[in-house]
Nanobody, 115 residues
Framework: QVQLVESGGGLVQPGGSLRVACTAP????????MGWYRQAPGKQRELVAE???????NYADSVKGRFTISRDNAKNTVYLQMNNLKPEDTAVYYC?????????WGQGTQVTVSS
Protein backbone atom coordinates (compact mmCIF):
# COMPACT_ATOMS: atom_id res chain seq x y z
CA GLN A 1 0.00 0.00 0.00
CA VAL A 2 1.36 3.39 -1.00
CA GLN A 3 1.49 5.90 1.84
CA LEU A 4 1.14 9.62 1.30
CA VAL A 5 2.18 11.69 4.32
CA GLU A 6 0.67 15.14 4.70
CA SER A 7 1.77 17.94 6.98
CA GLY A 8 1.28 21.64 7.58
CA GLY A 9 -2.39 22.09 8.36
CA GLY A 10 -3.62 24.24 11.22
CA LEU A 11 -5.57 27.29 12.30
CA VAL A 12 -5.10 30.61 10.53
CA GLN A 13 -6.94 33.92 10.53
CA PRO A 14 -8.79 35.17 7.45
CA GLY A 15 -6.35 36.75 5.03
CA GLY A 16 -3.50 34.65 6.34
CA SER A 17 -1.31 32.08 4.62
CA LEU A 18 -0.56 28.42 5.15
CA ARG A 19 1.41 25.78 3.29
CA VAL A 20 0.61 22.10 3.30
CA ALA A 21 2.98 19.43 2.06
CA CYS A 22 2.65 15.82 0.97
CA THR A 23 5.48 13.33 0.61
CA ALA A 24 5.12 10.20 -1.48
CA PRO A 25 7.40 7.21 -2.01
CA UNK A 26 10.18 7.90 -4.46
CA UNK A 27 9.17 4.87 -6.48
CA UNK A 28 5.99 6.59 -7.69
CA UNK A 29 6.31 10.34 -7.18
CA UNK A 30 7.87 11.36 -10.49
CA UNK A 31 5.48 9.12 -12.46
CA UNK A 32 2.21 10.25 -10.90
CA UNK A 33 0.05 13.30 -11.28
CA MET A 34 -0.32 14.88 -7.82
CA GLY A 35 -3.31 16.75 -6.51
CA TRP A 36 -4.89 18.36 -3.49
CA TYR A 37 -8.56 17.88 -2.70
CA ARG A 38 -10.61 19.18 0.19
CA GLN A 39 -13.77 18.18 1.99
CA ALA A 40 -15.76 20.49 4.22
CA PRO A 41 -18.36 19.17 6.67
CA GLY A 42 -21.52 18.13 4.86
CA LYS A 43 -19.96 18.63 1.43
CA GLN A 44 -18.45 16.40 -1.20
CA ARG A 45 -14.73 16.14 -1.69
CA GLU A 46 -13.60 18.56 -4.40
CA LEU A 47 -10.46 19.14 -6.42
CA VAL A 48 -8.46 22.15 -5.28
CA ALA A 49 -5.38 21.92 -7.48
CA GLU A 50 -3.40 19.39 -9.46
CA UNK A 51 -0.01 19.22 -11.10
CA UNK A 52 1.11 16.85 -13.83
CA UNK A 53 4.40 15.01 -14.03
CA UNK A 54 5.75 17.79 -16.27
CA UNK A 55 4.48 20.62 -14.07
CA UNK A 56 1.24 21.54 -15.78
CA UNK A 57 -1.20 22.90 -13.22
CA ASN A 58 -4.95 23.17 -12.86
CA TYR A 59 -6.94 24.98 -10.17
CA ALA A 60 -10.49 25.19 -8.96
CA ASP A 61 -12.00 28.56 -9.82
CA SER A 62 -12.52 29.31 -6.13
CA VAL A 63 -8.78 29.27 -5.40
CA LYS A 64 -7.28 30.70 -8.59
CA GLY A 65 -4.94 33.57 -7.81
CA ARG A 66 -4.71 32.59 -4.14
CA PHE A 67 -3.34 29.03 -4.08
CA THR A 68 -0.23 27.66 -5.77
CA ILE A 69 0.61 23.99 -6.23
CA SER A 70 4.20 22.93 -6.83
CA ARG A 71 6.23 19.78 -6.77
CA ASP A 72 9.83 19.02 -5.84
CA ASN A 73 10.76 15.77 -7.53
CA ALA A 74 14.08 15.64 -5.67
CA LYS A 75 12.22 15.61 -2.35
CA ASN A 76 9.24 13.57 -3.55
CA THR A 77 7.03 16.30 -2.16
CA VAL A 78 4.10 18.31 -3.46
CA TYR A 79 3.15 21.61 -1.84
CA LEU A 80 0.04 23.72 -1.71
CA GLN A 81 0.73 27.34 -0.81
CA MET A 82 -2.48 28.99 0.32
CA ASN A 83 -2.64 32.78 0.54
CA ASN A 84 -5.45 35.18 1.38
CA LEU A 85 -7.33 32.37 3.09
CA LYS A 86 -11.06 32.69 3.61
CA PRO A 87 -13.38 30.99 6.11
CA GLU A 88 -14.88 29.00 3.23
CA ASP A 89 -11.47 27.39 2.69
CA THR A 90 -11.94 25.53 5.97
CA ALA A 91 -11.82 21.80 5.25
CA VAL A 92 -9.80 18.65 5.52
CA TYR A 93 -7.22 18.73 2.75
CA TYR A 94 -6.24 15.46 1.12
CA CYS A 95 -3.24 14.66 -1.01
CA UNK A 96 -3.81 12.47 -4.05
CA UNK A 97 -1.46 10.57 -6.35
CA UNK A 98 -2.96 9.19 -9.54
CA UNK A 99 -1.84 7.24 -12.55
CA UNK A 100 -4.42 5.04 -14.18
CA UNK A 101 -5.52 2.64 -12.76
CA UNK A 102 -3.85 3.61 -9.45
CA UNK A 103 -5.31 6.23 -7.16
CA UNK A 104 -3.84 6.89 -3.71
CA TRP A 105 -4.91 9.18 -0.88
CA GLY A 106 -3.29 10.67 2.18
CA GLN A 107 -4.91 10.68 5.58
CA GLY A 108 -5.92 14.34 5.38
CA THR A 109 -4.86 17.46 7.25
CA GLN A 110 -7.25 19.96 8.80
CA VAL A 111 -7.14 23.58 7.68
CA THR A 112 -9.30 25.98 9.68
CA VAL A 113 -9.69 29.63 8.74
CA SER A 114 -11.24 31.57 11.58
CA SER A 115 -10.78 34.72 13.63
Amino acid sequence: QVQLVESGGGLVQPGGSLRVACTAPGSIFSLYRMGWYRQAPGKQRELVAEISTVGRTNYADSVKGRFTISRDNAKNTVYLQMNNLKPEDTAVYYCNAARFPDNYWGQGTQVTVSS
